[in-house]
């Protein structure tokens, strides 16, 4: 119980970090090394490698979010994460985790639309004295995306 | 052609001229399917290499008619409607399957692997009452077969019977640079459907606009990954409708300044802190650094450094496309390269660094010009021609589509 807490607490700081704009922090929730990626169910039931993102360390992670803020063009829009519990297993002192989210899209203009749902399949160590995400696949149910994903899920 | 609605005219011969009810228009709509998708024209419907086995299919489409890509027990493909000879219902439900026989689940019709009606549920009636009459003719009914096409890898379709070969349909010049990427056979790394809020020529024209690219998409030159020289231009087929676009570094061995990941970053500029996807690998011996070519109508092959894809464009209606990306790499490929397209495939797709914007500019477009169907978008860079050139600064080749396009809807 104290471990699912501890991870579902990591995980809905990540989300209000997410959904309140706060980008610059998002690389700060992984380790060093931390991997995030974002695929879909079809590829991974494959085993296919290429998703729809691929961030292979902190440092990825930093160069995505200076994209979206400087070069990359897209209309104002932020998220709303709704996660449930995590399922946490534990490895020695590596907790694995799998959670379901919804993420609504909502654009400048009001138009909100569910824009993904799926699970995050985590796995989580601690760092220093915070737990931090070693490895984030996002697995999103649907094999389509509206439009064009900027900010991260 | 002569629309219903008088005020709808394309009053300019030329191809500098595009109007806008063009995106709207439900008359045009119709049109396009009977006389692009449905008529003499090549669609890409899959890779050869997503039907490995004898029986394997892919459900894919025509324009936005469906239809099943399978191998039969010969080892060809076959491409067939996917629709009931009966009652019209879709007879294959999944993307991907694996069937001796294709039964249609509304009544059980069933189908061999090359359409023909092989079973008809109760076709003798139950005790003797009720079933088909003899006059019904198996043979008449069975699923539309079409004209298919494997080429290097890619499997075309046509409704039209009577097309010339895939190699002269995209002309010497394109069919050159398709086969520069499928020069041996490939393997899918990953696939995703991008769902755009517009009319799917506004798609098309941007992928053949190589005067947008380095304007709207800013990654590169925010981050001063800034070429040393870079050469390259327009080829555009004698059709108009099949295009190439390229880039090519040229480094002078002697200039110092260079590095092996070819970036030069200004020293009080944003720079990248993780170079890993820049650093390609010439793969094709030939310096190209980025192809992108189309085939009409809607068929896209990307070479984006290392990044391999098709894009396979279908319209949903006026002011919806759905683009069915597929990433692939070269079946024999090292573990190294693979990696390479993975970190590489940040830059595609619809979260890619380079192609998120085209996600949403055609939306930009489909928005503003619901009050100005009677105007038209300009179309001049580079002249008034649809000829090869040497710049990237033209629109040539979007050019190239809209004769290719008025030619073949008539207009």
């Given amino acids: ?153 | 052609m002569t629309l219903a609605n008088d005020e709808r005219r394309w009053a300019d011969p030329g191809l500098t001229r595009v109007p806008y009810w063009l995106y709207r228009d439900p008359e045009i709509l119709a049109r396009e399917r009977e006389r692009l998708f449905m008529g003499r024209t090549w669609n890409y419907v899959a890779l050869d290499c997503e039907l490995p086995e004898p029986g394997d299919y892919k459900t894919s489409f025509v324009g936005d008619v469906p239809v099943i890509v399978v191998r039969g027990p010969d080892g060809e493909v076959r491409v067939l409607e996917n629709r009931c000879a009966h009652r019209g219902a879709q007879v294959c439900l999944k993307r991907f399957g694996n069937a001796k026989r294709l039964t249609c689940v509304y009544h059980a019709w069933s189908y061999d692997l090359d359409g023909k009606l092989v079973g008809v549920a109760f076709r003798n009636g139950v005790r003797g009452e009720g079933g088909m009459p003899d006059s019904f003719d198996a043979a008449e009914h069975g699923l539309r077969r079409l004209n298919a096409e494997v080429y290097h890898g890619l499997v075309f379709a046509s409704f039209a019977a009577d097309m010339p070969a895939v190699e002269s349909y995209l002309g010497p010049v394109i069919a050159e640079r398709v086969k520069r990427v499928f020069n041996r056979p490939v393997k899918v790394l990953g696939q995703t459907t991008q769902e755009l809020p517009n009319n799917w020529k506004l798609y098309v024209e941007n992928v053949k606009d190589s005067y947008h690219a380095s304007i709207l998409h800013t990654f590169f030159t925010t981050f001063k990954i800034n070429r040393l020289s870079q050469s390259g231009g327009i080829l555009v087929d004698d059709s108009g409708g099949n295009h190439v676009s390229y880039s090519k570094i040229e480094v002078p061995s002697d200039d110092p300044d260079y590095d092996v990941a070819g970036l030069r970053s200004d020293q009080d500029g944003l720079r990248l802190r993780d170079t890993t996807m820049l650093a390609g690998r010439d793969e094709w011996g030939d310096g190209i650094t980025l192809q992108i070519l189309t085939v009409f109508p809607n068929f896209v092959i990307q070479q984006i450094q290392n990044s391999l894809a098709v894009r396979q464009v279908i319209p949903r209606g006026l002011d919806r496309t759905d683009v069915n990306w597929t990433l692939f790499g070269y079946a024999d490929e090292d573990e190294e390269l693979t990696r390479l397209r993975v970190t590489q495939s940040n830059l595609v797709g619809p979260a890619g660094y380079i192609s998120m914007e085209d996600g949403c500019v055609g939306g930009f477009v489909q928005r503003a010009i619901g009050g100005s169907e009677e105007l038209d978008s300009v179309v001049m860079m580079g002249g008034e021609g649809a000829e090869s050139q040497s710049t990237r600064a033209t629109e040539s080749s979007i050019r190239g589509f809209w004769k290719a396009y008025r030619a073949t809807m008539d207009l």
Avoid at chain 1, 108 to 129: H, I, K
Avoid at chain 1, 132 to 145: A, H, T, Y
């Fill in chain 1, 1 to 153: 119980m104290d471990d699912m807490l501890a991870v579902a607490r990591l995980q809905l700081d990540y989300a209000a970090a997410v959904d309140n704009d706060a980008l610059e922090r998002w690389p700060d929730f992984f380790t060093a090394d931390g991997l995030y990626r974002i695929t879909n169910a079809a590829n991974e039931a494959r085993g296919l490698p290429i998703g729809i993102v691929h961030c292979a360390g902190q440092a990825m992670m930093h160069d995505r979010v200076l994209s979206l803020r400087e070069a990359n063009v897209y209309e104002a829009q932020r998220y709303r994460h709704l996660l449930s519990l995590p399922v946490v297993t534990r490895d020695g002192d590596t907790l694995s985790a799998t959670t379901s989210f919804h993420v609504a899209r909502i654009m400048q203009d009001g138009a909100t639309l569910l824009f993904a749902t799926g699970e995050y399949r985590d796995v989580v160590v601690r760092d220093g004295e915070a737990l931090k995400f070693r490895q984030r696949v996002v697995v999103l149910d649907s094999e389509r995306i509206d439009t064009l994903l900027a900010i991260p899920i």
